[in-house]
């Protein structure tokens, strides 16, 4: 009766349905890095945010895999027409063309315009799995510096936070990064920035200026740019190795084959509003059509048709089904007891 039991409980459908969510990670940590500034950016939308003059409410942000460094605007709202639009202004006229922009998988980012403007300048488009923020982990502790620090300068004036978000950005991109070790100003620029500071606490930079050291000094921080940025590429790595060990400490391993029936956690966009709390936890059951690499994986339904996008390992588990004649006598004899 034991054995029937917990055979019951693994395959009943209801329950599998029902069952707890997974929250331990599904693959190791995956590094991303970028051999050298302006490579790789990574893109995302906050919003809505509290209405600002103009009634602004979102907030489109790249961020430099490499130098970590921020460029962000407010908008009314963030169509693929704001977000070519960005993208020229702000990368292309001044960093140069980017090899790689990642992001997820809003329309605005996925959009045949937005597509075809980044196929036509040579820009890879690498969009995360849905509903799995860290694939995008750039671009995600880019936003959330952003959000902390305009939490802090604004009090009670939330309104104003796109007056204040140019301040803010400055403050970080001066501000040593954790990472590299520098600022993101130093590795864009070749030198250090005079910041505000200097002039009201004079410093012998600001004090002692000549213009003949001035010159002999800039052009030996030029000749050091290249030591400073193999420097902050090793802490870099140094670095990402130390975040990856802690990460993988409570890692799960699920991997799935192609062929696999597995259940995909229920969201709220995809459940009954009417069930409430009684609703399914996992929703399917679906067949692992293809692997696409790092955890991820395409789905499709009983019926062939292939979902959309692609999936990952911290979404999904295995479904398990009844799978001989023994097995349904033996659950039938249960459910009688």
């Known amino acids: 009766m034991k054995k029937d039991a917990m055979l019951y409980s693994q ?24 051999l050298w500034p302006f490579m790789k950016w990574g893109m995302d939308i906050v919003g809505k945010l509290p209405k600002a003059p103009g009634g602004k409410v979102f907030m489109l942000a790249m961020t430099d895999y490499f130098s970590k460094w921020i460029e962000a605007e407010a908008f009314v709202q963030v169509r693929e027409k704001e977000v070519i639009s960005f993208i020229k202004r702000n990368i292309l006229t001044r960093f140069g063309i980017p090899a790689e922009i990642v992001c997820d998988n809003g329309s605005q980012f996925i959009g045949k315009r937005t597509t075809s403007f980044c196929e036509s300048w040579g820009i890879k488009m690498i969009t995360s799995t849905p509903v799995h923020p860290q694939a995008n982990g750039q671009a995600e502790s880019s936003n959330k510096i952003i959000i902390n620090n305009l939490k802090k300068g604004l009090g009670e004036k ?23 070790g520098q600022t993101p100003f130093s590795l864009v620029f070749g030198t250090e920035v005079v910041i505000p500071t200097e002039v009201v606490v004079p410093t012998a930079r600001t004090t002692m200026q000549d213009p003949l050291i001035n010159k002999e000094s800039l052009i030996q921080d030029l000749d050091t740019v290249d030591e400073l940025m193999d420097i902050a590429r090793i802490r870099m790595a140094a670095y990402q190795q130390k975040v990856a060990k802690s990460y993988n400490k409570n890692i799960r391993i699920r991997r799935f084959q192609v062929g696999d029936l597995v259940l995909r956690k229920a969201f709220q966009n ?5 069930d409430g709390k009684l609703a399914p936890k996992w929703e399917g ?9 790092k955890g991820a994986y395409r789905l499709s339904t009983m019926d062939g048709e292939l979902l959309p996008r692609s999936w990952n390992a911290i979404h999904l588990k295995k479904y398990f089904v009844i799978t001989s004649s023994n097995e349904a006598y033996g659950l039938a004899r249960l459910i009688l007891r």
């Open 11 to 34: 395959k009943c459908d209801a329950c599998q349905r029902h069952a707890n969510i997974l929250h331990q990670p599904a693959e190791p940590l995956y590094h991303v890095s970028s």
């Open 285 to 293: 059951p679906y067949l692992i059509d293809s692997e696409t690499g």
């Open 158 to 180: 939330k309104g104003k936070w796109a007056e204040e978000l140019r301040f803010v950005l400055w403050a970080d991109r001066t501000t040593p990064n954790s990472a590299t």
């Open 270 to 274: 995809t459940t009954n509003p009417t």
